[in-house]
T-cell receptor, first 113, second 114 residues
């Protein structure tokens, strides 16, 4: 089974600073990769996905992520944090066979004014 | 937009009760999933279904069962609720058999077992 590691369960950034949330996966075969955001008391909302096309993927709300096969990583970035970005972020992978997702344990992002 | 609706946002039940959590999706998705979410543990898959009347165990099926009698509806059943089943439960659905399709989530049911 896949393993997904999100380094840093809590990340704090100042408003306007770069956001970097890390995600590494374990598969030797590149899977499909997703980032989700969860606001308080809500379900998960898709931010972006990588499905074997361009390695740099742009998503909603100014977020983007870069797939790096050599590093088995799919880190999420945003150039300038906004207060509304404060939320929990989950990385997920899906193997190319089957529909099961494997989620990381999440990173809680705090934005300091 | 895909709409996944969970019947209750908050639910309080007592130990030993049989509990039903309902989930309905409006996009004719083949696949439906039930997860529980606990702090520090992320999302853990309980059960999933690829088609009507089909079900597959996920990573933590013990103490749970599911029912999918209609394509749009996927029910999670706690046969005899216990306090360690207090959690946030999330339902999701996705399209087709291709694993590059994202899962779409409901808003969750926060279940407390007293």
């Amino acid at each position: 089974a896949q393993s997904v590691t999100q380094l840093g369960s809590h990340v704090s950034v100042s408003e306007g600073a770069l956001v970097l949330l890390r995600c590494n996966y374990s598969s030797s075969v590149p899977p499909y990769l997703f980032w989700y955001v969860q606001y308080p008391n809500q379900g998960l909302q898709l931010l972006l996905k990588y499905t074997s096309a361009a390695t740099l993927v742009k998503g909603i709300n100014g977020f983007e992520a870069e797939f790096k096969k050599s590093e088995t990583s799919f880190h999420l970035t945003k150039p300038s944090a906004h207060m509304s970005d404060a939320a929990e972020y989950f990385c997920a992978v899906s193997e190319k066979t089957g529909n099961q997702f494997y989620f990381g344990t999440g990173t809680s992002l705090t934005v300091i004014p | 937009d895909v709409k996944v609706t969970q019947s209750s946002r908050y639910l309080v039940k007592r130990t030993g009760e049989k509990v039903f959590l309902e989930c309905v999706q409006d996009m004719d998705h083949e696949n439906m999933f039930w997860y529980r979410q606990d702090p520090g543990l992320g999302l853990r898959l309980i059960y999933f279904s690829y088609d009507v009347k089909m079900k597959e165990k996920g990573d933590i099926p013990e103490g749970y069962s599911v029912s999918r009698e209609k394509k749009e509806r996927f029910s999670l059943i706690l046969e005899s609720a216990s306090t360690n089943q207090t959690s946030m439960y999330l339902c999701a659905s996705s399209f087709g058999r291709n694993s590059n399709q994202p899962q779409h989530f409901g808003d969750g049911t926060r279940l407390s077992i007293l």
